[in-house]
């Protein structure tokens, strides 16, 4: 039987209903009278998903969810045209709470841990995403794992995209990321989870090429992009390293930028891009999404305007020797 080919699959274990609202002053005690709330799907690779359809993709997105929460999610998820490969789970979905302070601009955000799955449930979600990713080029695993998921999971997952022909970008933290030990072909950490994985500071941009490259060394992953925040990002083959620069925006909202990262740079690949151009996509549509509240959707237009006005990157020359 043919199998309909898409771009990307996405994973998204401990998905949230993001609610996001505003008020004048965030102090404790008093109670804060916030204004009209807006509500996204949220979690890491739900998040991708939505945005590299929004960028043109072929995408499908597995997740558990359960509840009220978890049925709002996959309806959200569908209105982003978003074909789903929803898990039924026993517990309510997770939310999470983004309250951002008019009077100074500063953004609380408030996320709850999400509900344990069961060993059945996380076995259903594998079954899943064997079946996307079968007949997927990407699949992007990203977000953190949920209560009661093994720390080897994403592991599991990489096996599983090895075993199917899929390329893997892994988008995670703590131990979900320090357990995996081989088959990722992208790797995106923040400067943060790559201080985590070396329990070091890494203060200069050598010690982070030099981190980069040791995953990579160890069979880790093939290429690693190391998000910098306002300070672009890094990109780090077992034979180069490039740092790309940030543009800088009036920024609305922080929130969901690295997933945008993430999307644009998979989109990019699936192009058949090389990693530089998929790249300077990648920090075009984070700077886009800082554009827009909660983890609202960026607008293709938006992206193609920044990605216009992304420079070439530079060398790190301290490893180029």
């Given at each position: 039987m043919?199998?309909?080919r898409i771009?990307?699959?996405?994973?998204?274990?401990?998905?949230?209903?993001d609610?996001t609202?505003s008020?004048?002053i965030?102090?404790?005690?008093d109670?804060?009278r916030?204004?009209?709330?807006t509500?996204?799907?949220?979690?890491?690779?739900?998040?991708?998903?939505?945005?590299?359809?929004v960028?043109?993709?072929?995408?499908?997105?597995?997740?558990?969810?359960?509840?009220?929460?978890?049925?709002?999610?996959?309806?959200?998820?569908?209105?982003a045209?978003v074909?789903?490969?929803?898990?039924v789970i026993?517990?309510?979905?997770?939310?999470?709470?983004?309250?951002?302070?008019?009077s100074?601009?500063?953004q609380y955000?408030?996320?709850l841990p999400?509900p344990?799955?069961?060993?059945?449930?996380?076995?259903?979600?594998?079954a899943?995403l064997?079946?996307?990713?079968?007949?997927?080029?990407?699949?992007?695993?990203?977000?953190?794992?949920?209560?009661?998921?093994?720390p080897?999971?994403y592991?599991?997952?990489?096996?599983?995209?090895?075993?199917?022909?899929?390329?893997?970008?892994?988008d995670?933290?703590?131990g979900g990321?320090?357990?995996?030990?081989?088959?990722?072909?992208?790797?995106?950490p923040?400067?943060?989870?790559?201080?985590?994985?070396f329990?070091?500071?890494?203060?200069?941009e050598s010690?982070?090429?030099?981190?980069?490259?040791?995953?990579i060394d160890?069979?880790?992953?093939?290429?690693?992009?190391?998000?910098?925040?306002g300070?672009?990002?890094?990109?780090?083959?077992?034979?180069?390293?490039?740092?790309f620069?940030?543009?800088?925006v009036?920024?609305?909202s922080?929130?969901g930028?690295g997933?945008?990262?993430?999307?644009?740079?998979?989109?990019g690949?699936?192009?058949?891009?090389?990693l530089?151009?998929s790249?300077?996509?990648?920090?075009?549509?984070a700077t886009?999404?800082?554009?827009?509240?909660?983890?609202?959707a960026c607008?293709?237009?938006?992206?193609?305007?920044?990605?216009?006005?992304v420079?070439?990157?530079v060398?790190?020359?301290?490893?180029m020797?």
């Amino acid at each position: 039987m043919d199998v309909t080919r898409i771009a990307i699959a996405t994973l998204t274990m401990n998905p949230a209903l993001d609610i996001t609202t505003s008020a004048d002053i965030v102090r404790h005690t008093d109670k804060i009278r916030c204004g009209a709330a807006t509500y996204d799907a949220g979690g890491g690779g739900i998040n991708v998903a939505r945005f590299a359809r929004v960028l043109g993709a072929s995408v499908t997105a597995v997740y558990p969810a359960g509840g009220p929460t978890g049925a709002m999610v996959t309806s959200l998820v569908g209105e982003a045209d978003v074909p789903v490969r929803r898990v039924v789970i026993g517990k309510p979905t997770r939310e999470s709470f983004t309250v951002n302070e008019r009077s100074t601009g500063k953004q609380y955000r408030f996320v709850l841990p999400g509900p344990r799955l069961t060993a059945a449930e996380q076995e259903a979600c594998l079954a899943e995403l064997r079946s996307a990713a079968e007949a997927a080029d990407f699949v992007v695993a990203s977000g953190s794992l949920p209560p009661g998921a093994p720390p080897d999971f994403y592991q599991r997952v990489a096996d599983l995209c090895r075993e199917v022909g899929a390329r893997l970008i892994l988008d995670t933290s703590g131990g979900g990321l320090t357990h995996v030990t081989s088959g990722v072909f992208l790797l995106k950490p923040s400067v943060r989870e790559l201080r985590e994985c070396f329990d070091r500071l890494l203060e200069t941009e050598s010690e982070q090429v030099a981190a980069a490259r040791e995953l990579i060394d160890r069979g880790i992953t093939q290429v690693v992009v190391v998000s910098l925040g306002g300070d672009g990002a890094l990109l780090v083959t077992s034979d180069e390293a490039q740092r790309f620069s940030a543009l800088h925006v009036h920024a609305i909202s922080g929130v969901g930028a690295g997933d945008a990262l993430v999307a644009a740079i998979t989109v990019g690949l699936s192009r058949d891009w090389s990693l530089h151009k998929s790249v300077r996509f990648g920090i075009a549509a984070a700077t886009a999404k800082l554009l827009t509240p909660g983890t609202s959707a960026c607008t293709h237009a938006d992206v193609d305007r920044f990605f216009d006005q992304v420079g070439e990157p530079v060398a790190v020359d301290a490893l180029m020797n």
